[in-house]
């Protein structure tokens, strides 16, 4: 329903109200201050859960990934694409590791579905490129994050 | 045999200082209503190219001079380019008959601070300013888009409905100092004010004779119809830019654009111009500065008409910033409210203005 506030005389006369206003405006010019983050030198602060730029964690320059395939199955993007191979020592790890950054929608759930904290969502959110870029196990091996 | 004196080159410099001036207003204000409008509503603004980002205007500038300049398919071409032009020019035009200092005497001749001295003053501004109407309506009808027509009618119908108070509420200032010669008005200004309707006032009150004091009815429908000539928030109709996008200049981009803009900040200049001219005292307000200084001779008039040049242009800043704040502080108005505020509160409040001024200058308390 709508509601018409009842105005005396003063208010709708106007003239007084938009005084007021100029007051009003005035006073954020010479009293608030500026709410703006001037970017590549000030950065919003995001918190340590931001979910941004993907990497995979390594331990002593290894990965940790072992190629279990969880992230593929529970990714609802259907960006991850993981081919496994076997180390000398019998142990399984990814040949390749890439993630479709374009299709991911940065839910996350790759990193609640690692068994073996491997795949990591750091705090990074500049990622824009000029090619449509599908990230590759290298370039996912810099470690950007202590997550 | 011509020969050129010192009056002819000064002739010469006053019309460079006054286009120089207006040339300048429009990327001046550009700047001070970005700033301006940032900092009323707790941002920055343009900041990173020179101090305070004031370059930022010449880089505005330069981008406008050499994007390119398309003409759509679909308008009519030839007023299409002439629109721009002729919405600028009445702007310049005006600005001919303010006088921004007294006058001086220089080789047994009475130098004027006023590009041209007529006798018909005020009737020439209104006379040029409704002109500029004829831009918009030509930009929003050569441009064969729903959106600038609606545009340009809107411009046509509500700078008729406002000029019309605008004009009386000058006759109110006209009839207060019998004259609609701007110099005369602006010298009837310096007198002090020696009547309250039936009461005298002691010679000792120094209260200046503005017609902002004289005329405060006059002065308010004047500011408010001055608002909607220069097609300024909050009666940026013709622009609307949440309603019809950019109104009549929709279809322009580059320079033809950018002339638009400078119209309309020149129109900011000189109906602050007006303001100061017709309401604020013109030129007066800092003789008692030449007291202070120690000079004599032909040096005192110069002093004097610095000081008198100084005053007109502080005032007609603040009226160029008055018009930025009010922007950013008052949302637009609807159409009809536009219209009915027009039509039945201005005009019937200038109406009465004349008729009360009447009775006052009947009965001498002017």
Redesign the interface.
């Known amino acids: 329903m709508l509601v018409k506030p009842k105005k005396n005389f003063l208010q709708r006369f106007y003239?007084v109200e938009?005084i007021k206003?100029?007051g009003?405006?005035?006073r954020?010019?010479l009293f608030?201050?500026?709410?703006?983050i001037?970017y590549p030198e000030e950065r919003r602060k995001y918190s340590e859960r931001f979910r941004g730029m993907h990497y995979i964690k390594a331990t002593n320059g290894v990965e940790n990934c072992t190629a279990c395939m969880l992230c593929p199955t529970v990714c609802p993007a259907e960006c991850i694409h993981i081919e496994a191979g076997e180390r000398p020592d019998k142990e399984k790890y990814p040949v390749k590791f890439e993630i479709d950054v374009l299709r991911c929608c940065f839910c996350g759930m790759c990193e609640e579905a690692c068994p073996k904290d491997a795949i990591k969502l750091s705090t990074i959110y500049e990622m824009s490129q000029t090619t449509r870029q599908v990230y590759e196990k290298d370039f996912l091996l810099e470690q950007r994050g202590n997550k | 045999m011509f020969e050129p004196n010192l009056y002819f080159w000064l002739t010469i410099a006053k019309f460079a200082v006054i286009m120089t001036i207006i040339l300048s207003v429009a990327p001046v204000m550009a700047w001070v209503e970005r700033r301006g409008s940032a900092l009323l509503q707790n941002r920055l603004g343009p900041n990173r190219i020179g101090p305070f980002g004031l370059f930022q205007s010449i880089c505005d500038a330069i981008k406008f001079m050499f994007k390119e300049d398309p003409v759509p398919g679909h308008v009519s071409k030839f007023y299409y380019s002439l629109a721009p032009v002729v919405s600028l020019v009445p702007a310049f035009m005006t600005f001919a008959v303010i006088p921004f200092a007294s006058s001086i005497e220089i080789d047994g001749r009475i130098f004027s601070f006023q590009l041209a001295n007529l006798n018909v003053g005020i009737l020439y501004i209104f006379s040029i300013a409704s002109l500029g109407v004829y831009g918009i309506i030509m930009a929003g009808w050569s441009s064969n888009n729903k959106y600038a027509l609606l545009g340009g009618l809107r411009s046509s119908s509500q700078m008729i409905s406002y000029e019309l108070s605008l004009g009386l509420s000058v006759i109110g200032i006209v009839m207060a100092f019998s004259s609609v010669h701007l110099n005369d008005i602006v010298a009837g200004q310096g007198e002090a004010i020696r009547q309250l309707g039936p009461w005298a006032l002691p010679e000792w009150l120094p209260i200046p004779k503005w017609g902002v004091l004289i005329q405060p009815i006059g002065f308010i429908v004047f500011l408010t119809a001055i608002f909607a000539e220069t097609n300024r928030l909050p009666f940026d109709l013709p622009e609307g830019e949440s309603e019809i996008i950019a109104g009549y200049h929709l279809e322009y981009g580059s320079m033809k654009f950018s002339l638009f803009m400078m119209a309309e900040y020149t129109n900011m200049f000189v109906a602050s111009s007006l303001i100061t001219t017709l309401y604020f005292g013109g030129w007066h307000g800092l003789h008692w500065v030449l007291n202070l200084v120690p000079v004599e001779g032909l040096a005192r008039e110069w002093t004097r008409i610095v000081l008198e040049m100084a005053a007109f242009f502080l005032k007609v800043g603040f009226f160029m910033w008055f018009f930025v704040w009010v922007r950013w502080t008052l949302p637009r108005f609807r159409y009809d409210q536009v219209m009915d505020l027009g039509w039945k509160v201005m005009l019937p409040l200038s109406l009465g203005n004349i008729f009360i001024t009447a009775l006052a200058v009947y009965y001498g308390w002017m």
């Not at chain 1, 608030?32 to 703006?36: E, G, N, R």
Request: zero cysteines; a neutral charge; proline letters at 7%.
């Open positions: 003239l938009v206003g100029l009003i405006t005035m954020n010019l608030a201050p500026s709410v703006t001037q």
